[in-house]
């Protein structure tokens, strides 16, 4: 038996399986050129050359070696990973006790007769998103109100009791007003990673990927392609790292073009608050959360256009090489909680952390350029609306707003929002909205911080006891309608998720494709995509 057992087991030295095997003319001529390397250095090196810095001869010497001996990247690949899997199911054989595998199996067997079948599996796959996206809003609409509702408060405390110089200015509407929009959002980011990993931890992540391959074809790509855009849904910069995965380069590309239109966690603020601008809370049927179906069609719409995006452009990209899909179906189980718990505590931290300090950045700048201005314009409107309260007391209040708004429009921030204005107002922006696009081009959360820093300096000490919701339902245009309306609102919705509004992403997409070609082209197809959309929807909806 334990001579059986040995037989069974022996591999070739410093190798897992029989890597030579697998091409062994090839694997023998690159080991040539590369003497000390192993049998499955060599695969990889014929599989991946392109990847590592070898000088050009070394290079072609692959190349060549390729060529003769007509080695297939997919082909193998796919060979070495069902012998590996093969290998690790016999030493799990042989070394692993488990508890009723037999009943475990039929369990799983049972269940993915159910969330695999053709019609049951994508019904209860919307369903499970349709839950996702409802629960985000049931269980974080008291603590972002709570939240919310600290910050204006300390706000107003602050406001009435700090002098009135210019630190205390910077304190309340630059540092607290930024500050504000990130916490706020904090308990959504949450919710949505803590569910996530619920998914992934059950085993059901890997049944939509199943269950997604045959759609995915039809569009160029395949089921590999699921989990980097599902990774987008937190972040399009790791997902596109994550698409190293997919063999086939043209399904890789396409994959690594689409995924930022999936709505990251940075839309996840912009999202919520035009939503709670422009959507009644409100049931629909007496049980499902208008504000929640609102919020998962915007994830839905990023990935309908990722599916038509990625259909037209596999007919431009001119690479032809034949895709395996392989995927390994873990048995269901219940969920780690401790992990479950661990991943919102790190997704929330690096929000706060990362995202945060952009954040407190960009609200500080904005704060200074929001401040200060030409000095002459600045120095007449002030000695202007002296003048005019003077001569109606009664109306002091309303013509420190209107000085207020007046001494914003004329800053250096004004001034550049009024540049940008005409491009914009076709969709229904005005130009605070336009400084928001042009700072979200380095986090799209800054959104919330710049509205927030705007609305706060333009409001002064009248606005320190409001929420940032309340100040921008009543902001209005210069003839007296509501800046913010369902039409105005949806069109923003909707640029924020079609717009590379990214500088981190399009770097590493940079770095992924190795030419500056790729991360153009996503910048002008989805700029350009997201401003045809809002432009149609605003005209529509006004």
Known sequence: MVEWRARQLHVPPRDFISNHNLASGAIQDVRRLFPEISDYTAIHYL????????????????????????FNHTRTQAEEILQRYSRIKQIMQHTVAEPDPLQKTLFTERLDKLFLDRTWGYIILLGVLFLLFQSVFWFAQFPMDGIDWTFSRLGGFLGQHLPAVWWSNLLVNGLLAGLSGILVFVPQIMILFGLITVLEDTGYMARISFLSDKLMRKVGLNGKSVMPMISGFACAIPAIMSARNIENRKE???????????????RLPVYTILIALVIPRRDVLGIFSLQGLVMMGLYMLGLVMAMIVSYVAKWFIRLNEKSFFILELPIYRAPRWNNVVVTMINKAKTFVMDAGKVIIVISMILWALSS???????????????LQARQHPGQAGELEKERQSALLENSYAGLLGKVIAPVIHPLGYDWKIGIALITSFAAREVFVGTMATLYSVEGGKDA?????????????????????????????????????????????????TRSWKWPGIQLVYMTGLAYIMSLIVYQVLK
């Open 47 to 70: 599989i991946n050359h392109e990847h590592f810095n070898f000088a050009p001869a070394l290079q072609s010497g692959v190349e060549q070696i390729e060529s003769a001996h007509n």
């Open 372 to 386: 200060f201005g030409p000095g002459d314009r600045r120095a007449a409107i002030t000695a202007s609306y002296t």
């Open 252 to 266: 890789r590309l396409l994959t690594i073009l689409i995924t930022p239109l999936m709505s990251c966690s940075a």
């Open 464 to 512: 320190d006891q409001q929420t940032l919701r309340q100040r921008m339902q009543s902001a209005r245009r210069d003839d007296g309608s509501p800046v913010y309306t369902l039409a105005s609102g949806v069109s923003l919705m909707i640029f924020y998720v079609l717009a590379m509004q990214c500088m981190s992403t399009l770097a590493v997409v940079r770095r992924e």
